[in-house]
């Protein structure tokens, strides 16, 4: 079941959020999440709408979160979901409420790039994250236009 986050759910999310982070960045040094981990309880996920996914008992077992109604800031899932279709549900849910969507995704998560590109993104800028100094990518997804006639 996907259903918008509550208060209660910040515990769970921040939980998930730091366990999926490490795991999917090997490559950055574990301090720069735990330094991070602040900003995102504080600033961002207060100012994101963001959607979990429940299991039985209400266990969140994923989430996404949407900023300034296009910006993917997180995308994460228990490994114990991986391949269950966890992750493409909650994309439905933001791809269902934005036309457009916009994410930065680290070139050396290959997972996660894969992921992305199977859900229909296209790279649009190559950069440098400006917190890690590590090669990102920019990629927009956009609804189909529709084909009916006007």
């Given at each position: 079941m996907?259903?918008?986050?509550?208060?209660?759910?910040?515990?769970?999310?921040?939980?998930?959020w730091?366990r999926?982070?490490l795991?999917a960045?090997?490559?950055?040094?574990?301090?720069?999440?735990?330094?991070?981990?602040?900003?995102?309880?504080?600033?961002?996920?207060?100012?994101?709408t963001?959607?979990?996914?429940?299991?039985?008992?209400?266990?969140?077992n994923?989430?996404?979160?949407?900023?300034?109604?296009?910006?993917?800031?997180?995308?994460?899932v228990?490994?114990?979901?991986?391949?269950?279709?966890?992750?493409?549900?909650?994309?439905q849910?933001?791809?269902?409420?934005?036309?457009?969507?916009?994410?930065?995704?680290y070139?050396q998560?290959?997972?996660?790039?894969a992921?992305?590109?199977?859900?229909?993104?296209?790279?649009?800028?190559?950069?440098?994250?400006?917190?890690?100094?590590?090669?990102?990518?920019?990629?927009r997804?956009h609804?189909?236009?529709?084909?009916?006639?006007?």
């Open positions: 996907i259903r918008r986050s509550a208060p209660a759910d910040i515990e769970a999310i921040m939980l998930l730091l999926s982070t795991a960045h090997p490559f950055i040094d574990e301090s720069y999440w735990y330094e991070s981990a602040a900003m995102v309880r504080e600033t961002f996920l207060p100012q994101a963001t959607w979990v996914s429940c299991a039985e008992g209400d266990e969140i994923g989430f996404i979160s949407v900023l300034n109604q296009q910006f993917i800031g997180a995308l994460f228990k490994e114990s979901v991986y391949g269950l279709g966890v992750a493409q549900q909650l994309m849910q933001a791809k269902a409420q934005f036309p457009l969507l916009l994410l930065e995704v070139q998560n290959h997972r996660a790039v992921f992305y590109r199977k859900e229909g993104f296209l790279v649009v800028n190559d950069t440098l994250h400006p917190g890690t100094g590590l090669p990102t990518w920019v990629l997804w609804a189909p236009l529709s084909s009916s006639p006007l």
